[in-house]
């Protein structure tokens, strides 16, 4: 094969050696992987997307849905979400001086970098799982129609968002546990909600100042609000409680919210998780001195790699599921 | 590797005098973009939310090109883009746009349809 091909260079081409690219193999597999795994998340965003499109009148509105800051109350919509793009962000930044100081071969700068990415990552991992835990967790409840629809309370006079627990009753019921011995069927249950749904309607209709806030969206942008007789008429059709959110139902509105909720921000934070985990790896080679041995710290600048990539997924994430 | 970095972005507008530098200045800029899409999602300013332009409001479209703005950044200066030869460059980024805008066209396009059976269709859904 010596003499078949060469390149204008005169280099042997079929030989192997070459770098048509001008970048390194691994260098050159990391783009690879990244066009792959970004057409993975586009995919994802892109069904997100179709769902929305299909239901774009009763879909939920985020701002409504992250409102939560830990360690305070009340209701600051997107500024945490904002917090943590802001964080992934700046680990990018420590990064790339990471790898700009592995090409001045400051084996000391790098250690320092690295470690305040491996930090920054895991602070967004953290509020990732903090994040979760408040979405499970709910926080006004809501009853569920035989169709599958949310209905929300609000305050008629404040226009506020009322929780189930402002305004049920306690009725002395006992909640009769489902058998296997008392059908034929036997399912295992779920959670418990802390209101039964004949303590939420009879709380209802004790307290007129309490309306329903349907999934639909007004002209004005925002969900439609009964009046007090729509409202009584509608209660019939609720068939359960429903308190924050699993990947069967959930109070913020259309199901397939909360589950592409899971779904891409769990894989986002997956990828998170690995970039953490690739970094710890690479940071103790550095303190080994393995790149410092081997000449260059090529390593760095490929994980690297893969934590931007990490950081433009989110990017696209914090537009996509949070912003517009 | 390569060890030159192009120092300037904006097309040469702004010019850094070093890799580090340039690192902070690109920092500051996505930390603007983000701040602006922040207040644009918090104030939701009524003429952007009332008119729109494609059947989209002109406040997400506003969203849209800012986060195509930071996207080119993130990957231009910090995974070091702009140093990269131009057939590295095209292979990588060129592939997923057009994928992935045939694919939103695409999938855009159905759900509209679907969403127009649910409303016209003689379909029970909200019950």
Same mark, same amino acid.
């Given at each position: 094969m010596d003499t078949t091909v060469t390149s204008e260079s005169g280099e042997n081409v079929w030989g192997g050696g070459n770098r048509? &690219?001008?970048?390194?193999?691994?260098?050159?597999?990391?783009? @690879?992987?990244?066009?792959? %795994?970004? &057409?993975?998340?586009?995919?994802?965003?892109?069904?997100?997307?179709? =769902?929305? $499109?299909?239901?774009?009148?009763?879909?939920?509105?985020?701002?409504?849905? @992250? #409102?939560?800051?830990? @360690?305070?109350?009340?209701?600051?919509?997107?500024?945490?979400?904002? $917090?943590?793009?802001?964080?992934?962000?700046?680990?990018?930044? #420590?990064?790339?001086?990471?790898?700009?100081?592995?090409?001045?071969?400051?084996?000391?700068? /790098?250690?320092?970098?690295?470690? &305040?990415?491996?930090?920054?990552?895991?602070?967004?991992?953290?509020?990732?799982?903090?994040?979760?835990?408040?979405?499970?967790?709910?926080?006004?409840?809501?009853?569920?129609?035989?169709?599958?629809?949310?209905?929300?309370?609000?305050?008629?006079?404040?226009?506020?968002?009322?929780?189930?627990?402002?305004?049920?009753?306690?009725?002395?019921?006992?909640?009769?546990?489902?058998?296997?011995?008392?059908? /034929?069927?036997?399912?295992?249950? *779920?959670?418990?909600?802390? @209101?039964?749904?004949?303590?939420?309607?009879? *709380?209802?209709?004790?307290?007129?100042?309490?309306?329903?806030?349907?999934?639909?969206?007004?002209?004005?942008?925002?969900?439609?609000?009964? %009046?007090?007789?729509? =409202?009584?008429?509608?209660?019939?059709?609720?068939?359960? /409680?429903?308190?924050?959110?699993?990947? /069967?139902?959930?109070?913020?509105?259309?199901?397939?919210?909360?589950? $592409?909720?899971?779904?891409?921000?769990?894989?986002?934070?997956?990828?998170?998780? =690995?970039?953490?985990?690739?970094n710890i790896i690479i940071f103790f080679n550095v303190i080994l001195g393995t790149y410092e041995r081997r000449g260059h710290y090529e390593m760095v600048e490929k994980v690297g790699l893969y934590w931007h990539f990490v950081d433009l997924v989110w990017v696209f994430v914090f537009t996509f599921f949070y912003l517009v | 590797m390569a060890h030159e970095h192009k120092l300037e972005i904006f097309r040469g507008l702004l010019k850094f005098k070093s890799n580090t530098q340039k690192i902070w200045g690109v920092l500051i800029f996505l930390s603007i973009v983000t701040a602006i899409e922040v207040v644009l999602g918090i104030y939701k300013p009524a003429f952007l939310v009332e008119n729109s332009f494609l059947d989209m409001k002109l406040l997400n479209w506003i969203f849209i090109v800012l986060t195509l703005v930071k996207a080119y950044y993130i990957t231009w200066d910090f995974m070091h883009m702009r140093d990269e030869k131009s057939s590295l460059r095209r292979a990588v980024v060129w592939t997923p746009i057009f994928l992935v805008s045939y694919l939103i066209f695409i999938l855009l396009f159905e759900a509209t349809y679907v969403f127009d059976v649910f409303r016209d269709g003689f379909l029970a859904w909200d019950f």
């Open positions: 048509p &690219l001008g970048a390194s193999y691994g260098k050159l597999m990391m783009w @690879f992987f990244i066009v792959s %795994d970004a &057409l993975t998340f586009s995919g994802f965003l892109a069904a997100y997307g179709f =769902s929305r $499109f299909k239901f774009i009148e009763t879909w939920p509105i985020a701002d409504e849905v @992250f #409102t939560h800051v830990p @360690f305070f109350h009340g209701n600051f919509p997107m500024i945490y979400v904002a $917090f943590m793009t802001f964080i992934l962000i700046m680990s990018s930044v #420590t990064m790339v001086l990471a790898v700009d100081a592995g090409h001045n071969m400051k084996q000391n700068k /790098v250690i320092l970098y690295l470690f &305040l990415t491996i930090i920054g990552g895991a602070i967004f991992v953290g509020s990732q799982a903090w994040e979760w835990a408040t979405f499970i967790k709910g926080d006004f409840g809501a009853l569920e129609t035989k169709g599958g629809r949310v209905l929300q309370f609000v305050n008629a006079e404040t226009g506020e968002r009322a929780a189930i627990a402002d305004f049920s009753k306690t009725l002395p019921e006992d909640r009769v546990k489902h058998m296997s011995s008392e059908g /034929v069927w036997y399912q295992e249950e *779920g959670y418990k909600t802390s @209101f039964s749904l004949n303590e939420v309607v009879e *709380g209802f209709k004790a307290n007129p100042g309490i309306l329903i806030r349907t999934e639909k969206i007004n002209e004005q942008g925002e969900k439609t609000v009964l %009046d007090r007789k729509e =409202s009584l008429n509608r209660l019939k059709d609720a068939v359960r /409680v429903v308190e924050g959110a699993n990947l /069967v139902r959930n109070e913020y509105g259309s199901r397939l919210f909360a589950d $592409f909720f899971f779904f891409i921000t769990g894989f986002h934070g997956f990828h998170v998780f =690995s970039g953490v985990v690739f | -």
